[in-house]
């Protein structure tokens, strides 16, 4: 079975005109050659920061805006042959809740949007109360939309994506602007409910690095609308340092070249800590011996796991790559 998405070599031209006629106009790339596959029942993340083109992605996806070059398939289909047939369904969410009638309760404004997706009448009702009982918001559905918190508003937002129950699910920035603890009951109903019991590919935009440690199962990695590393986060640690990385802490440092012939290397020395890099299990050892035999007193030996700020903030200054 092909991949639900899949982008070659796909490119977007945002051309503005000036304001004055003699001036011509401002080409911005916002997409250059990206490529990359979202398989099913797994979180693809598009990681980067403001103006990376992770926004763009999502448009092009959702049919809002065209791409300039390059391909795009859905389950091997070409783009525009799936939107046609309407044989394959996405559900967008966007971080905008003024697309809602604020004075319209939270079910009123679930049965409009059905309306426009040509959900059949007198289906409406089973539909919108299924999508309410499933995110755990029929408490809420009565009340004006204005009313509501901002993490009853992201769900509400949630359940308008998935009216259609789509095959491809789009993300972008779902909990923006919400507290630590809605975001992460919005965390548990992402994976809980559409990974694990519908298998739905998803799509997730972000800049919320807490949100992809929770969320991710593989990154992209976008920069000036370039891919400059994808993979699981795993690999994406081993892009940093192949290898293990550990702290020696020492009540007494070692006498100076201490490492010199062991296969290890040396990251960040700090007083009383050691940060290094070594292939394998042996490296460590054979850097707590060597430290001991030039004078150093070891209290603690710990790993470490390079964490998602880690690597954001070093595949993006490119001293990984």
């Not at 030996?301 to 880690?310: H, P, V």
Request: proline residues 4%.
């Amino acid at each position: 079975m092909s991949d639900p998405i899949s982008f070659h070599n796909v490119s977007k031209i945002y051309r503005i005109p000036s304001l004055k006629p003699w001036q011509a106009i401002k080409k911005i790339s916002a997409l250059n050659d990206v490529s990359f596959t979202c398989p099913q029942g797994e979180i693809s993340c598009l990681l980067g920061p403001n103006g990376a083109g992770k926004t763009t992605v999502i448009k092009i996806l959702a049919g809002l805006v065209s791409h300039d070059g390059g391909d795009i398939k859905l389950y091997g289909m070409p783009y525009s042959e799936a939107m046609k047939r309407a044989s394959v369904k996405i559900g967008v969410m966007a971080s905008n809740d003024r697309s809602f009638y604020w004075r319209l309760t939270g079910r009123q404004n679930l049965e409009f949007f059905c309306s426009l997706y040509d959900i059949k009448r007198r289906a409406i009702h089973g539909v919108v109360s299924d999508v309410l009982l499933e995110l755990d918001i029929e408490k809420e559905a009565d009340k004006p939309f204005r009313l509501y918190s901002s993490g009853i508003k992201q769900k509400f937002l949630l359940a308008r994506s998935i009216l259609r129950n789509p095959d491809i699910l789009l993300l972008d920035e779902p909990t923006s602007h919400i507290d630590p603890i809605a975001k992460d009951g919005i965390h548990a109903l992402i994976r809980n409910n559409f990974i694990y019991r519908r298998n739905t590919a998803i799509l997730l935009c972000t800049h919320d690095l807490y949100e992809v440690q929770r969320l991710a199962d593989y990154i992209i990695l976008l920069n000036d609308g370039r891919i400059i590393a994808e993979g699981s986060p795993m690999r994406l640690r081993s892009l940093i340092h192949p290898g293990i990385t550990f702290i020696i802490e020492f009540s007494r440092m070692p006498g100076k070249n201490w490492a010199k012939r062991v296969p290890v290397t040396i990251i960040r020395e700090e007083r009383g800590k050691v940060e290094c890099v070594a292939r394998n299990k042996r490296g460590i050892s054979a850097a707590i011996h060597a430290a001991v035999n030039h004078g150093g007193k070891v209290t603690k030996c710990t790993e470490r796991d390079e964490s998602i700020i880690d690597i954001f903030s070093r595949l993006i200054q490119g001293n990984a790559l």
